[in-house]
C-alpha cells in the first residue's frame, strides 16, 4: 500500500523537484524538457484521466519557467510544450493498455481459482475414526495458479487419501490435476490394492499428458496401526509419534512421478508405515520445503513439528502455516498444500 502511495505521488514530486532545480540553476541551464518525466510516471500507476492531469500540470509548470528563462513563444519552448504533449498521450495510452492488461489478468486469476475451488472440495474433517486437517497456500503470482492436489475417501477398503503436484502452473496444470483426481476418485473404490490404483492413474494421464509431463503423488491407505503408501516422486510424509518422536516414511524403493511410467517397467510397491494411536501424519507438497527466507534458506519442516503437536490438528497445522509464511517473509512462489492425520489414543 506504500509503495502504491509513493508511485501515486512521484509525479508531482518530479515536477517540483525540476522545477525548483531550473529556478536554482539559473537563465543557463534549462530544465523545462524534463518535465516529460511527470506524465511518463504517472502512466505506472495512474488511469488515463489522472495521467492527462499530470500533463496537465507539466503544460502549466511549464509556461512561468518559460517566462523565467525568457524563452516564451521561442522555438525551443514551443518544442518543449509539443514534446510534453506527445509524451502525455503516449503516457494515456499505456496506462489505457495497461489498465485493460490487469482486468484481463484479474479475470484469469478469478477463473483459474474458482476451477480450483471446485476441483479441490472440501475434505472430511473426520474419516474413519481419524482427525484431518488440512492447509492449502496459493502462490500469489499474477495468475499462477498451482497444480497441487488432495482427496480423502471412505471406501469399502478403508480410508484412502491422495496428495500430489502437478508439474507447472497455470490452467493447464489445473486441467491435469483435474484428470488425476477423476480418476482417483473413481479407482479407490473399485480397486482393491493400492498399486492398482496407480495404474490406473498412469493409464488415465498417459491419454492427456504430453511430452516430459509428469505429477508427483502419494496414494495412502489406513489400516489398523499402520498406513499402506505407494510413492511417485512425492515428498515422503513426516510421521508424528505419540512421544513426540519424528520419522520421515521414505519408501524403500523410488518410483518415478506419474506420466513417467513408460520409462520404468516395474510398478511402484507398496510400502507400509507404523500408526498407531495418538500418531500423526503430515502430507505436503513440495511449496513446503522448498520455501525460502531472505538469505535463500529451505524452510526447515522437521525442526517445526513441535508445532504439530497441539491437541487440535487444525489448530496445529494452521500454526505450521503461519510459520511458513513468516518463514518466507511474504508470497509463497509455489503452492503449499498441507494434509494432516491424527489417530486419537485409545
Given at each position: 500500500m506504500r509503495s502504491l502511495q509513493v508511485l501515486r505521488w512521484l509525479p508531482f514530486v518530479v515536477m517540483v523537484g525540476v522545477a525548483l532545480t531550473d529556478l536554482l540553476a539559473g537563465e543557463t541551464m534549462v530544465f523545462l524538457p524534463l518535465l516529460t518525466l511527470g506524465p511518463a510516471f504517472a502512466s505506472v500507476s495512474g488511469g488515463v484521466r489522472r495521467t492527462a492531469f499530470v500533463g496537465a500540470v507539466a503544460l502549466a509548470l511549464c509556461m512561468p519557467m518559460a517566462v523565467h528563462n525568457g524563452l516564451l513563444f521561442t522555438f525551443e519552448n514551443n518544442l518543449t510544450v509539443i514534446g510534453i504533449a506527445g509524451v502525455?498521450?503516449?503516457s494515456m495510452l499505456a496506462s489505457s493498455l495497461r489498465l485493460q492488461r490487469e482486468r484481463e489478468l484479474a479475470s484469469v486469476r478469478q477463473v483459474a481459482e474458482a476451477a480450483?475451488?471446485?476441483?479441490?472440495?472440501?475434505?472430511p474433517r473426520r474419516a474413519g475414526g481419524l482427525r484431518v486437517a488440512l492447509s492449502y497456500t496459493s502462490a500469489a503470482a499474477e495468475a499462477q495458479i498451482g497444480g497441487d492436489l488432495y482427496e480423502i475417501v471412505t471406501t469399502?477398503?478403508?480410508?484412502r487419501l491422495?496428495?500430489?503436484?502437478?508439474?507447472?502452473k497455470g490452467l493447464a496444470a489445473v486441467e491435469t490435476a483435474a484428470w488425476v483426481l477423476g480418476a482417483f476418485r473413481e479407482a479407490a473404490y473399485d480397486q482393491a490394492d493400492l498399486s492398482d490404483i496407480g495404474e490406473r492413474l498412469e493409464a488415465s494421464l498417459a491419454r492427456h499428458l504430453g511430452g516430459e509431463q509428469f505429477v508427483t503423488a502419494i496414494i495412502a491407505e489406513v489400516h489398523d496401526e499402520e498406513l499402506?503408501?505407494?510413492?511417485?516422486?512425492?515428498?515422503?510424509?513426516?510421521?508424528?509419534?505419540?512421544d513426540g518422536a519424528t520419522a520421515t516414511a521414505e519408501p524403500p524403493e523410488h518410483g518415478?512421478?506419474?506420466g513417467l511410467g513408460a520409462m520404468e517397467a516395474a510398478a511402484v510397491k507398496p510400502y507400509r508405515v507404523a500408526f498407531g494411536g495418538g500418531d500423526r501424519v503430515l502430507f505436503f507438497t513440495d511449496g513446503v520445503i522448498e520455501a525460502r527466507n531472505a538469505a535463500g534458506e529451505?524452510?526447515?519442516?522437521?525442526?517445526?513439528?513441535?508445532?504439530l503437536r497441539h491437541e487440535d490438528p487444525q489448530a496445529?497445522?494452521?500454526?505450521?502455516r503461519a510459520d511458513l509464511v513468516q518463514h518466507a517473509g511474504g508470497p509463497l512462489l509455489d503452492d503449499a498444500a498441507m494434509l494432516l492425520l491424527h489417530r486419537p489414543g485409545r
Open positions: 502525455t498521450a503516449a480450483q475451488r471446485v476441483l479441490l472440495r472440501p475434505v469399502p477398503h478403508g480410508v491422495l496428495i500430489g503436484d502437478v508439474q507447472g499402506t503408501l505407494v510413492n511417485f516422486g512425492h515428498p515422503a510424509p513426516l510421521v508424528i509419534l505419540r518415478l512421478p506419474l529451505f524452510y526447515p519442516l522437521e525442526e517445526r513439528t513441535p508445532l496445529a497445522l494452521d500454526a505450521l
